[in-house]
C-alpha cells in the first residue's frame, strides 16, 4: 500500500534563510512523487514532481526536491525563503506501476511559516 | 496544464438539503477525480469518475451519499446529499493531465458550510 509522511506539521523559517520540508514515503514499486502548495482559500498549485532521472528537480517559485531512493525521500527546499512562501504544503506519490490507473496519495501537509 | 473551473465556490447550506457541485476542465480528459479537505486535514478522495461509466468509490464513501456524474469528458458534478454538519469540507475537483506524467492539477475547490 501506498503512503506519505509529513512529519512536521509546522515549519518556521525567517525571511532568508534556507527551508526544508520534509517527506518520506512507501510503495510497493517505483514512485511519482509530487510536491502541491496550498495558500489560503485557494485550490492546490502544482509545484513539482520527480518521475525518472536527476534526483534533484526543480520547480516553481524557486523551490526544489531531491529524491533519495535509499531513504526513501523527498524533501522540498528552497535556499532563501520569501514572506510569500508562507503555505500549506502537501506531498504526494503515486505508484508508478500502475500509471494513470493508481490513486495519488497525500501527506498529511505541513504548514510553512516564514517571518519577516 | 489543464484549466479547471468550479461551481459554486462556496455556499451556506441547511441540514437535510443537497448541493451539486459542479467542475468544467477547459480540455477533454479521460479521468477526473473528486476529493473532500475537512478543516485542517488533507485531502481523501471520494471517487474517480470516468466518462461513460459508473464512479469508483473509496473506502468510506457511497453513492447514494455523494453521487457523481461524468457526462462527457469535459464536465463533471458531485452531489453531497442530505447534509450535516460533519460535510462542512471544501471539495475539490480534479484530473490527471496524461500528457504530463500523472500529475493532477486542481480545480479552486468548493467550500461548503452547512448548518
Known amino acids: 500500500a501506498q503512503s506519505v509522511a509529513q512529519p512536521e506539521d509546522q515549519v518556521n523559517v525567517a525571511e532568508g534563510n534556507p527551508l526544508t520540508v520534509k517527506c518520506t514515503y512507501s510503495v510497493s514499486g517505483n514512485p511519482y512523487l509530487f510536491w502541491y502548495v496550498q495558500y489560503p482559500n485557494r485550490g492546490l498549485q502544482f509545484l513539482l514532481k520527480y518521475i525518472t532521472g536527476d534526483n534533484l528537480v526543480k520547480g516553481s517559485y524557486g523551490f526544489e526536491a531531491e529524491f533519495n531512493k535509499s531513504q526513501t525521500s523527498f524533501h522540498l527546499k528552497k535556499p532563501s525563503a520569501l514572506v510569500s512562501d508562507s503555505a500549506l504544503y502537501f506531498c504526494?506519490?503515486?505508484?508508478?506501476?500502475?500509471?494513470?490507473?493508481?490513486?495519488?496519495?497525500f501527506g498529511s501537509g505541513t504548514r510553512l511559516s516564514i517571518r519577516p | 496544464s489543464a484549466v479547471i473551473s468550479q461551481k459554486p465556490s462556496r455556499d451556506i447550506c441547511q441540514r437535510g438539503t443537497s448541493l451539486t457541485i459542479q467542475c468544467q476542465v477547459d480540455s477533454q480528459v479521460t479521468m477526473m477525480f473528486w476529493y473532500r479537505q475537512q478543516p485542517g486535514q488533507s485531502l481523501t478522495l471520494i471517487a474517480t469518475a470516468n466518462q461513460g461509466s459508473e464512479a469508483t468509490y473509496e473506502s468510506g464513501f457511497v453513492i447514494d451519499k455523494f453521487p457523481i456524474s461524468r457526462p462527457n469528458l469535459t464536465f463533471s458534478t458531485l452531489t453531497v446529499s442530505n447534509m450535516s454538519p460533519e460535510d462542512s469540507s471544501i471539495y475539490l475537483c480534479s484530473v490527471d493531465w496524461d500528457r504530463a506524467y500523472n500529475e493532477q492539477f486542481f480545480g479552486p475547490g468548493t467550500r461548503l458550510t452547512v448548518l
Open positions: 504526494a506519490v503515486r505508484d508508478r506501476r500502475y500509471s494513470s490507473a493508481s490513486k495519488i496519495i
